[in-house]
């Protein structure tokens, strides 16, 4: 498998956006990684004396303050910790339960896939934020319980791609010949075409990661996903609604924040994609 | 003359290095005449057509010293003049017919297209022309299969409807490359019947383009074999099989089972040399059983005949002596 | 000795035409009977939808026949045990699709030793070397993977794969339509020898007629999902007796008999959903009468096989 991931490296070196994605995505991961030592302050800590400052103003809060005197600054960089946090297991979620989904649907056909993928379609007819909504209602609000909603909403796109992958590769000669040494399905299904799909997950991985974010900064900005005081870019949002002309900057900072980390996902996404295109390939 | 090419080079610039894939190229085509270009995967068979139908990728960059399609030539004139003499007057047929013809539309559609560029004719017009045209070509009701789809055809039909796009134009030049390839015999048989039909009726002049000796020995007039880019061989068809002259041409009539095959058929050792690198000498001399010393430096391409020549720098007499080992 | 046997074989496949229309029956393949010899190298040729690709698909057992018998070695498929079942091999046309692009290809080659083997990575290793070496690729390269291989290389690996758990029986789809004519001879070479060594039987379909003519004992010509001519491979191509035979042998062309004048056969395959009634050649034969409507014919089993109401060369 080596051979792959240096090979996809050196492609997306080529496409200067994607690389800057990528770079961008790592800065955050460095961020969220030596948060204790780089925030100036614990998120939470509240300054009485230091409220609603404004940004670049006080050299002790270089982002400012927000309403309660904690430090934007730091809030944001254990916000990162959040967010990638929250993407990782979105995508892991929905990726685990769509990959065996789709493999399954993709490989045995018939009625097998007949009946999950009606499930999928169940799914897919809801629009994703009411669903979420849905489930959050069920479980109760909390970060953990929006992920694991965000997770269940995202499992169609993964299940459709590998269930298509799936199909095209079962009809390639070297599974067949799996088959003829009566090698099991369930080796079949993950020894051999699993790899080779392997393209359109990692793509649509990248994409899930940044709706994954978006989505629970949203559940979090309507109160249903993280709960206060914890540093999460959405809840952010919610808190300086009142705020947008008094002290813009409680609502754009938080709000770049997101956009930057989504962008670079889907940037990162869109050069992947390229890069596993063959069409896109040979225009080249 | 209707087609002259000579020393037609092609390289293909990618990042790291040029690929030569063409070298010194010369091809003549008279009117009427069915030349046959033989070669395996990779030799440039098919990039020789696309450099004269100008539909190479953007990193190809080739020159040639003569490029003339009735006695214009090509390399000179403008843009647009090129574009309406290839597609129009030299037109070309491609391997796969399925993949080829557009699946989201209607045989009608995609053979109106091509009238509609070059003859202003009104809808009915076009109508009775097309089913003139698939009449032409051999498809029974040809009124039934106007609004089908290509994927309701069967692979020979598919192969007729390309031809018929293809002569719809009234080309003087038609370029096919392995048309029959992937086709059953019996098809194959019906399509190589079909362009020879057409040849006559139209006047038509053939470029046939395949790996498959036996189609182009009992097709065409005159043979080309190619090997890494270049051409190492051309000769009239049954002189080419009967007494073949190049090494590389003995190797592979010799590879091809026949009534003489003992039991272990021949075979050409080694691969074909990397393309990437600037090769001097002959392209085929690693695998070569006759190989000299010259044979770094040189393969001098010796004309005996109007209409025979081989690229070698051994002697005819020399060839003549030898079988493939 | 039979190591096939081959009674009545049928597969039919259920062809929906519509949510609101019935299935129709579409029949693969027809009331096949066929023996195969030990030892003996059988040609299947056969244009395409004359079922030739089914009928390899069930004798490695990856399909079920709808009715009839398929016995090899005398047991019969469906009874087979699982290290009965691997005794039939086969190798697949297009070289570049039969091999994982993502593993390597001594995992590839050893894929039967994982499944049906307790040997440790090491020893299968030294399996896969032997089976490199044998057909003819250097066991050094069992790291690569196989895109850095040739056309050629990939078709030996693919080789190496099906003999590495000696199989008796080799099916050949298509083994050389994909390769170059120099390359084709050195496979066509490794063929023979490895039927010599390994005391193979092959079954070599393929639509090159020449090749057949050169590599195998007896040819099975197909039409439509069912046998029409069975004989020894000079005899055939001197004498053809059934006339979708001699159409074929027309159709190619020859490359010594340059005057060889082309005989083309009017008309397509008919659909296999469409059969016409009587014999199945009927739609494209020079030589019909109204018997050939009527009544399918019989299989003349004396000593060549075939099946028409009017032989040729008799």
Known sequence: ?284 | ?325 | MDIVKLQNLTKVFKIKEGFFHPAKDLYALNKLNLKILKNKTLGIVGESGCGKTTLANILMGLEKATSGEVKIFGQSIELQTSEQKINTQIIFQDPHSSLNPRKKIWKIIAEPLFIHTKLSNDECKIKVAEALDQVGLNPNMMDRYPHMFSGGQKQRIGIARAIILNPKILICDEPVSALDVSVQSQILNLLNNLKKELDLTLVFISHDLSVVKYFCDEVVVMYLGEIVEHSKTKELFNSPRHPYTKALLDSSPDLYDLDHQFEVINGEIPSPLDRPTGCNFITRCKFKTNKCSISPPQTNKEKLSYSCHHPLNL
């Open chain 1, 1 to 284: 498998m080596n051979f792959f991931f240096t090979d996809i490296l050196k492609e997306l070196k080529k496409n200067k956006l994607a690389f800057l994605g990528l770079i961008i995505i790592f800065t955050f991961i460095i961020i969220a990684l030596l948060a204790p030592i780089i925030a100036p302050h614990n998120p939470s800590s509240v300054f009485p004396n230091s409220l609603t400052i404004a940004p670049f103003i006080d050299g002790q809060f270089l982002l400012g303050t927000d309403d309660l005197g904690r430090d934007i600054l730091s809030r944001l960089i254990y916000g990162s910790r959040i967010s990638l946090m929250v993407g990782t297991f979105c995508v892991l979620m929905s990726l685990s339960f769509g990959l065996l989904t789709g493999l399954t649907a993709g490989y045995f056909g018939g009625k097998v896939d007949s009946i999950l993928m009606r499930f999928i379609d169940i799914l897919m007819s809801l629009p994703s934020i009411l669903l979420a909504i849905f489930v959050v209602a069920i479980l109760g609000p909390g970060l953990f319980n929006a992920i694991v909603a965000v997770g269940i909403v995202s499992i169609p796109s993964f299940a459709r791609i590998v269930r298509a992958s799936t199909m095209i590769e079962k009809e390639k000669s070297y599974v067949k010949a799996s088959m003829t040494f009566q090698s099991s399905s369930v080796r079949i299904m993950f020894n051999e075409i699993l790899p080779n799909c392997l393209g359109p997950i990692i793509v649509q991985a990248s994409f899930a990661f940044s709706e994954g974010i978006l989505s629970t900064a949203a559940l979090g900005f309507l109160g249903l996903g993280a709960q206060a005081p914890m540093p999460e870019w959405g809840i952010m949002l919610s808190d300086a609604r009142s705020y947008l002309l008094t002290a813009p900057w409680l609502l754009t900072l938080p709000g770049l924040c997101i956009l930057t980390m989504v962008i670079s996902f889907n940037i990162l996404g869109d050069g992947l994609r390229d890069i596993f295109d063959p069409k896109t390939k040979r225009r080249k």
């Open chain 2, 1 to 325: 003359m209707i087609l002259e090419i000579e020393n037609l080079n092609l390289n293909f610039n990618n990042e790291n290095k040029v690929v030569h894939a063409l070298k010194s190229i010369n091809l003549t085509l008279k009117k009427g005449q069915t030349i046959g270009i033989a070669g395996e995967s990779g030799c440039g068979k098919t990039l020789t057509s696309l450099a004269l139908m100008n539909l190479l990728p953007n990193n190809a960059s080739y020159s040639a010293d003569k490029l003339h399609f009735n006695d214009k030539d090509l390399l000179k004139i403008s843009k647009q003049e090129r574009h309406s003499i290839c597609g129009i007057d030299i037109s070309m047929i491609f391997q796969d017919p399925m993949a080829s013809l557009n699946p989201a539309l209607t045989i009608k559609t995609q053979i109106e297209e091509l009238l509609i560029r070059k003859e202003k004719l009104s809808k009915d017009e076009i109508k009775v022309k097309i089913i003139e045209l698939l009449t032409l070509v051999g498809i029974t009701s040809p009124e039934k299969r106007l609004n089908s789809y290509p994927y309701e055809l069967s692979g020979g039909m598919c192969q007729r409807v390309m031809i018929a796009m293809a002569i719809s134009c009234n080309p003087k030049v038609l370029i096919a490359d392995e048309p029959t390839t992937g086709l059953d015999v019996t098809i194959q048989a019906q399509i190589l019947a079909l362009l020879k039909s057409l040849q006559q009726k139209l006047n038509l002049s053939i470029i046939f383009i395949s790996h498959d000796l036996s189609v182009l020995s009992n097709f065409c007039d005159e043979i080309y074999v190619m090997y890494a880019g270049t051409i190492v061989e051309k000769n009239k068809a049954k002189e080419l099989i009967n007494h073949p002259i190049h090494p590389y041409t003995k190797g592979l009539l010799a590879c091809i089972p026949n009534k003489n095959s003992g039991i272990d058929l021949p075979s050409i050792p080694g691969i074909v040399p990397d393309l990437g690198e600037n090769l001097i000498g002959c392209r085929f001399m690693n695998r070569c059983p006759y190989k000299k010393d010259s044979c770094i430096e040189f393969s001098s391409v010796q004309q005996t005949s109007n209409s025979k020549y081989f690229n070698c720098d051994l002697s005819e007499a020399e060839l003549k002596v030898n079988k493939w080992i």
